[in-house]
């Protein structure tokens, strides 16, 4: 049998449930567990999608009109260097690791297992659809885990090749794709899991963190939220213009850690905006309609609310769009109020508000008065101001003289904070997202002091001097 599962289900339907306990039953004969086992998965899931890399580039394509490296860098091939990672290391991961003893302890040893937490929910949105089903997916095989995949509907090319590559690799006891919209993640959140990881933004993620509050399943949630991006007085202009203007537009602006809005410095201002025109021209020329290295906007439904947030804005550069070509231009804004709705949410597309500010103090300030934002990116070439930034403004992870970069080191955790989310993922984070941390105290019973043992009477003052 095939692990795809296209129909379209509601709460009450009992397949989900005959699922479940098929997952349950497969989950507790320990088949998923052995390391050679583990591996072995891995290796067949990059095949697998080594096998399919042309089909996963065309549906991206079609879905999203992504440019083939831009979803071979940040979808398959970031998958491959995941997956590589982890089988690296996997078997030092799955090693239990032994910690010190407290003397009170003695004689004893101590040790943390890792276990799988055993049947897991994944489900993903549609800006990277492949790679943010496929990323968690590798930890949770790391950590032993099965799985239900639940990609997003709004990317349904991709959704369809996910649910084809999966079900044709393995069986669905272990892993099951189930395809659908928000009746279907709901019909999913409605059962009980012991483990659910979300991606997508933050008023999903609330629904997704009440369902699992019915069974106190614990969760990750990778939500969004508006990145800062601060150009000091100090920083090289050039490299700015060209690292904002990539992590900005790639994908269009469909990326959850790019820079949602620009803080720069009032002294270099002008020459900053005039940098970055001049790059989106020599990236993507006088039209950038024309260019095969620039995405387009998910759905139609996108496209209207980003054309919503430009009245009101003076377009520095861009503005040009076309509805049903679902394009909208690299666009850079000024004049933007704190509270217009630019500021509001999280853009999600290829429009930048930018701000000049006089000192670093009142863009902090802009910043702090936000949810704590997934990604922050600073450049400057003074130490003492990456550090004062680093310090002292709450963020997910970030990048100095860079944007977005930090995703792509597997031994950095990926996630947010507050409003951007909680828990985080990559490398060994992953394993440990999807791993339970089982505490184990072996005792040795040939030296029992009596000290410990009722009656107390008289070891009070005893006892007293082991905790001080
Ligand atoms: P979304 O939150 O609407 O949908 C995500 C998934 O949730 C889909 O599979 C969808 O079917 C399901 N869903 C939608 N409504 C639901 C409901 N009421 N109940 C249960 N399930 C439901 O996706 P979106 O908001 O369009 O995605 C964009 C957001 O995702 C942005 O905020 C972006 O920053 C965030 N994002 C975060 C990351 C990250 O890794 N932190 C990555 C990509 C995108």
Same mark, same amino acid.
């Given at each position: 049998m095939t692990a795809a599962i296209t129909q379209q289900p509601h709460s009450g339907e009992p397949w989900l449930d005959d699922l479940a306990q098929e997952q349950d039953?497969?989950?507790?004969?320990?088949?998923?567990?052995?390391?050679?086992?583990?591996?072995?998965?891995?290796?067949?899931?990059?095949?697998?999608i080594a096998a399919n890399e042309d089909r996963i580039l065309e549906a991206l394509r079609t879905d999203l009109r992504k440019p083939a490296f831009e979803a071979f860098i940040a979808e398959v091939g970031f998958l491959y260097a995941e997956i590589n990672h982890t089988i690296k290391h996997l078997d030092g991961w799955m090693k239990p690791r032994r910690v010190g003893t407290p003397l009170q302890?003695?004689?004893?040893?101590?040790?943390?297992?890792?276990?799988?937490?055993?049947?897991?929910l994944i489900i993903g949105t549609w800006n990277y659809p492949f790679q943010l089903?496929?990323?968690?997916?590798? @930890?949770?095989?790391?950590? @032993?885990?099965?799985?239900?995949?639940?990609?997003?509907?709004?990317?349904?090319?991709?959704?369809?090749?996910?649910?084809?590559?999966?079900?044709?690799?393995?069986?669905?006891?272990?892993?099951?794709?189930?395809?659908?919209?928000?009746?279907?993640?709901?019909? $999913?959140?409605?059962?009980?899991?012991?483990?659910?990881?979300?991606?997508?933004?933050g008023h999903v993620g609330r629904a997704v963190a009440r369902a699992a509050a019915e069974h106190l399943t614990p969760i990750t949630l990778e939500l969004g939220g508006k990145s800062p991006c601060i150009v000091?007085?100090?920083?090289?202009?050039?490299?700015?213009?060209?690292?904002?203007?990539?992590?900005?537009? $790639?994908?269009?602006?469909?990326?959850?850690?790019?820079?949602?809005?620009?803080?720069?410095?009032?002294?270099?201002?002008?020459?900053?905006?005039?940098?970055?025109?001049?790059?989106?021209?020599?990236v993507y020329g006088d039209d950038p309609a024309a260019s095969p290295d620039y995405a387009r906007i998910i759905t139609e439904r996108h496209f209207d609310r980003l054309a919503g947030l430009l009245p009101g804005a003076n377009i520095v550069t861009g503005g040009r769009m076309n509805r049903a070509d679902r394009y909208i231009e690299p666009t850079i804004v000024e004049g933007v109020a704190l509270d217009h709705p630019a500021m509001a949410d999280e853009i999600f597309g290829p429009i930048l508000p930018v701000?000049?500010?006089?000192?670093?103090?009142?863009?902090?300030?802009?910043?702090?008065?936000?949810?704590?934002?997934?990604?922050?990116? $600073?450049?400057?070439?003074?130490?003492?101001?990456?550090?004062?930034?680093? %310090?002292?403004?709450?963020?997910?992870?970030?990048?100095?003289?860079?944007?977005?970069?930090?995703?792509?080191?597997?031994? $950095?955790?990926?996630?947010?904070? @507050?409003?951007?989310?909680?828990?985080?993922?990559?490398?060994?984070?992953?394993?440990?997202?999807?791993?339970?941390?089982?505490?184990?105290?072996?005792?040795?019973?040939?030296?029992?002091?009596?000290? %410990?043992?009722?009656?107390?009477? @008289?070891?009070?003052?005893?006892?007293?001097?082991?905790?001080?």
């Open positions: 039953e497969y989950f507790h004969s320990g088949a998923t567990q052995p390391y050679p086992f583990r591996l072995d998965q891995l290796r067949r899931l990059k095949a697998a302890l003695m004689p004893s040893r101590s040790a943390i297992y890792s276990e799988p937490r055993g049947r897991v089903i496929m990323a968690p997916r590798v @930890g949770a095989i790391a950590a @032993g885990n099965v799985a239900v995949l639940k990609p997003s509907e709004l990317a349904p090319a991709t959704a369809s090749v996910l649910s084809d590559l999966i079900g044709k690799t393995f069986p669905r006891k272990y892993v099951a794709v189930v395809e659908g919209g928000v009746q279907t993640s709901q019909a $999913l959140l409605a059962r009980r899991w012991d483990y659910i990881f979300f991606t997508g933004g000091e007085g100090d920083a090289d202009l050039d490299l700015a213009a060209r690292r904002i203007v990539w992590g900005k537009f $790639l994908n269009a602006g469909q990326t959850c850690v790019a820079p949602d809005y620009l803080l720069v410095h009032r002294s270099v201002r002008d020459q900053l905006l005039r940098r970055m025109a001049d790059r989106i021209r020599t701000f000049a500010y006089d000192s670093l103090d009142e863009a902090l300030h802009i910043i702090r008065q936000r949810p704590n934002p997934l990604a922050l990116y $600073l450049f400057t070439r003074s130490r003492s101001t990456e550090e004062k930034v680093i %310090r002292t403004v709450p963020f997910g992870g970030g990048c100095i003289n860079d944007t977005m970069m930090h995703l792509s080191n597997p031994d $950095l955790p990926f996630g947010g904070r @507050g409003g951007s989310g909680m828990g985080a993922y990559h490398g060994r984070h992953s394993f440990d997202t999807f791993s339970h941390h089982k505490s184990v105290v072996r005792s040795a019973g040939w030296l029992d002091p009596k000290l %410990r043992y009722q009656p107390y009477a @008289g070891k009070l003052s005893l006892i007293k001097r082991f905790f001080r």
